[in-house]
């Protein structure tokens, strides 16, 4: 089945230690996007490519960053990662074909720890 | 600036009570409305949109542009629904972005 694919499901790092997060998908689609969701708390918009043009969000810190190498593979970068930073990061895709049949499709998140 | 407001973190209903799942919103200009719905151990997804018109397992939710709001009704709520529902806003203003709101935990009760 095509899908939003995350890895991994936990990842656990070290108070400023930098931490890589992938999120891959087969679905073709033009829009990758990466939230950030604390619990109970909505999940809150970092940034999205629309093919290879980066939106960050204004209120995202520069302490994350992303690539998008390809069509296929998008990453969240944390440079620095703080305690605050400890959440459960959701990656998804749209087609952004503005076909009034938009959606988003939504991986299964990588929860990071920060020790 | 676009928001989304689901006022009940919480909300349990007997089965076979009608549920609604309440949401407003604030955006200037036409928005698109969804309503996503994570079930147990599931992957956050799509329940309905506004602009379909359809209802989805037994829910519809209606635009409402004059109180701002989309709230998410059934009128028999069964064990299966039991799930984290969230709001969610997109539109021409926002590019492909979409928002949402900070979600209601619904729990049927047998």
């Known amino acids: 089945d095509a899908m939003v694919i995350q890895n991994p499901r936990y990842q656990v790092t070290q108070f400023g230690k930098p931490v890589t997060l992938s999120c891959s998908q087969t679905l073709n689609h033009n829009v990758m996007y990466w939230y950030q969701q604390k619990s109970s708390q909505a999940p809150k918009l970092l940034f999205h490519y629309y093919d290879k043009d980066f939106n960050n969000e204004a209120d995202t810190p520069d302490n994350f960053q992303s690539r998008r190498p390809n069509t296929s593979f998008c990453f969240l970068d944390i440079r620095s990662p703080g305690l605050g930073d400890a959440a459960m990061y959701l990656c998804?895709?749209?087609?952004?074909?503005?076909?009034?049949?938009?959606?988003?499709?939504f991986g299964s998140g990588t929860q990071l720890s920060v020790l | 600036a676009q928001r989304v407001t689901q006022p009940e973190k919480l909300l349990s209903v007997f089965k076979g009570a009608p549920v609604e799942l309440k949401c407003n919103y604030s955006?200037?200009?036409?928005?698109?409305l969804f309503w996503y719905v994570q079930y147990s151990r599931q992957r956050l997804q799509l329940l309905l949109r506004?602009?379909s018109r359809e209802s989805i397992k037994g829910f519809t939710a209606d635009l409402n542009k004059g109180e701002t709001s989309f709230h998410l009704k059934k009128p028999f709520a069964q064990e299966e629904d039991s799930a984290m529902y969230y709001c969610a806003l997109s539109g021409s203003n926002t590019g492909n972005q979409f928002y949402f709101g900070t979600g209601t935990s619904l729990t049927v009760i047998p």
């Open positions: 998804a895709t749209s087609s952004g074909r503005g076909t009034g049949d938009e959606k988003l499709f």
């Open positions: 955006y200037s200009g036409s928005p698109e």
């Open positions: 506004h602009i």
